[in-house]
């Protein structure tokens, strides 16, 4: 999609979460309780920041590589990558992708995360990149883990990588978390059940041993779809 | 076709990743317009404060031009010493706050023109899909006839109007979001 295409669809609430989810408590408190307003897309919207390779450098991609202090962060290392594209399975180029996770032990690099597992000195679990032209992004990281948290009694959050992406327009902003296949706590964890059933698949990556790097990386791919024109080229 | 990847809450640790110094400055020493400092307060349904929220503020510079190629109006001039897009964190008081300049008006639907108004996107813990909503200006007549603003009922435009004060040299205006409940601020579905 070129900036200059400014038809977008209404948003596809089918795919996403409603505010509020009672199984996930901090939704009861802050989740609006009135229906949102709803607008024409005008020049406010229909525009956005245009975030790109100002604000980062290669070794950003590489999350087992951009915080060493002393040593390599220690896990399973892994490569995830895949294509941004929108509705229509059109490429996305030059969004900014940024990811955060915990480290291997299940620990983010974070004041506010209490967990008695240890920190990594050489992972941040930061990074980010820039889609390609054909919307391809591709990080290095190290798998996270599962971690403990107070939702409920015996909760455990399955292993995810969080993402968040600038599309074309303020209108495509995504902030959203991967999953990994066949994890049994997904069916547990209410943030991922909080997705209507059709659309929770969308957020688990897919082993491929084509990614995967021989001697070094498994590989996972997860492809992400912003919101965009939805015919694909020739229909429109 | 491809179908949206569903969106999830930004959780509350993604301050390492998204937040850097600075970063909710957008007004350097070049930028054209007037000065000021907007800034508010986050609070939940209970009147809480929510200081794991990450704001996000997108805006027009000062004389009403978006810097993004869907904005190709050539009459309006650019200004290179303005993004446009800032973003900042709320501290323990859910208290958020951006340095910047006030807008010029942009077009709205038909000929129709919009007041002058920012962008923001917040994020948290506990909202599993982002929300958009607008802030507005106390001292702007356009207001009256700003097509968004006019959707909403009148009751509660004024969760978007910012207020206007003077403090220490600064002009600031101060918009509080409430989440939920009494007063609940509105938010917009584009």
């Not at chain 1, 915990?102 to 980010?128: E, K, L, T, V, W």
């Not at chain 1, 990614?211 to 791919?221: F, K, S």
């Not at chain 2, 970063?23 to 200081?51: F, Y």
Request: hydrophobic share 35%; charged share 20%.
């Amino acid at each position: 999609m070129s900036d200059g295409d400014t038809t977008y669809p209404p948003r596809d609430l089918a795919s996403h979460p409603p505010a509020l989810h009672e199984a996930y408590g901090s939704t009861k408190a802050r989740a609006p309780s009135l229906a949102p307003v709803v607008v024409p897309h005008t020049l406010s919207e229909l525009t956005g920041p245009r975030l790109g390779l100002d604000r980062h450098e290669a070794i950003d991609a590489d999350l087992t590589r951009n915080a060493v202090r002393n040593g390599a962060p220690l896990g399973e290392r892994i490569v995830v990558t895949g294509r941004v594209m929108d509705e229509g399975e059109r490429p996305v180029p030059d969004a900014l992708v940024e990811v955060w996770q915990c480290n291997a032990a299940g620990r983010y690099h974070h004041p506010g995360d209490q967990h008695d597992a240890p920190i990594d000195p050489n992972f941040s679990g930061a990074g980010s990149c820039v889609s390609d032209a054909d919307g391809r992004y591709r990080f290095t990281t190290l798998k996270p883990a599962a971690y403990p948290w107070g939702n409920h009694p015996n909760a455990w959050r399955p292993a995810h990588i969080h993402f968040s992406l600038f599309g074309p327009a303020t209108l495509t902003r995504l902030i959203t978390q991967m999953y990994f296949p066949g994890d049994p706590l997904l069916p547990l964890d209410p943030i991922f059940m909080s997705t209507p059933a059709g659309a929770r698949d969308r957020l688990v990556a897919a082993y491929d041993h084509d990614v995967t790097m021989p001697g070094h990386a498994l590989g996972y791919r997860f492809d992400i779809v912003l919101r965009g024109r939805r015919a694909t080229p020739g229909e429109g | 076709m491809a179908r949206e990847t569903p969106s999830q809450t930004i959780g509350p640790f993604f301050h390492e990743a998204l937040i850097r110094p600075g970063e909710n400055i957008l007004a350097g020493d070049d930028t054209a317009g007037a000065r000021i400092v907007v800034e508010g307060r986050i609070t939940d349904g209970d009147g809480a404060p929510v200081g794991d929220a990450l704001v996000e503020l997108w805006q027009a510079n000062a004389a009403g031009r978006y810097a993004h190629a869907t904005d190709a109006r050539a009459e309006v001039p650019l200004d290179a010493a303005f993004t446009g897009y800032g973003r900042g964190r709320t501290d323990g008081d859910g208290v958020f706050r951006f340095e910047t300049i006030k807008p010029g008006p942009v077009p709205g639907p038909g000929n129709s023109l919009q007041a002058p108004h920012l962008n923001l996107v917040i994020f948290a813990r506990g909202l599993l899909n982002h929300l958009t909503t607008r802030l507005y200006f106390e001292d702007e007549a356009a207001n009256e006839t700003d097509p968004v603003l006019n959707l909403v009922d009148e009751a509660r435009r004024g969760t978007l109007i910012a207020q206007r004060r003077e403090r220490g040299g600064q002009t600031v205006y101060r918009l509080d979001i409430r989440l939920q409940g009494a007063g609940e601020t509105v938010f917009l579905e584009a």
